[in-house]
């Protein structure tokens, strides 16, 4: 069953981290990704652009508008998402617990109810 793990994060996250710990944190999360790569668990972990970089894309009466921004106003955005195959919702759970930056910003951990089917 898929699940995925989204972490939502801000500019004030990522500034709060000092430069010098950086490298542990990035050996961690590499360290996270290669075990539950290993285990056919972990599908795909993807870090995200800030929301500077995010656009937001609408089609209205055959209209394409392009804004600059997330989605919605929000002080936080998702900055990394993992697709995780996992047998069943606690696994799921267990897994997320793992990855690195749980330990001190939230993971949100979601069913992934359909697909497009190449990989489900």
């Known amino acids: 069953m898929k699940f995925m793990a989204i972490i939502y994060g801000n500019k004030e996250t ?4 000092p430069a010098e710990d950086w490298p542990k944190a990035i050996e961690a999360q ?3 990704n290669a075990k539950f790569t290993d285990t056919g668990e972990l599908v795909s972990a993807l870090g995200l652009g800030d929301e500077l970089t995010a656009r937001t894309v609408k089609v209205r ?3 394409v508008t392009v ?3 997330p989605y919605v106003e929000a002080k936080e955005f998702v900055s990394s998402v993992y697709l995780l195959d996992c047998v069943d919702e606690d696994r799921a ?5 793992e990855i690195p930056f749980a330990s001190f910003r939230s993971v949100e951990v ?4 359909h697909g497009n089917g190449s990989d489900m």
């Open 14 to 17: 990522w500034d709060s981290f």
């Open 93 to 97: 759970l267990a897994v997320s617990a």
């Open 30 to 32: 590499d360290a996270f």
């Open 67 to 69: 804004t600059d921004g």
């Open 61 to 63: 009466e055959g209209a």
């Open 110 to 113: 979601w069913p992934v109810l």
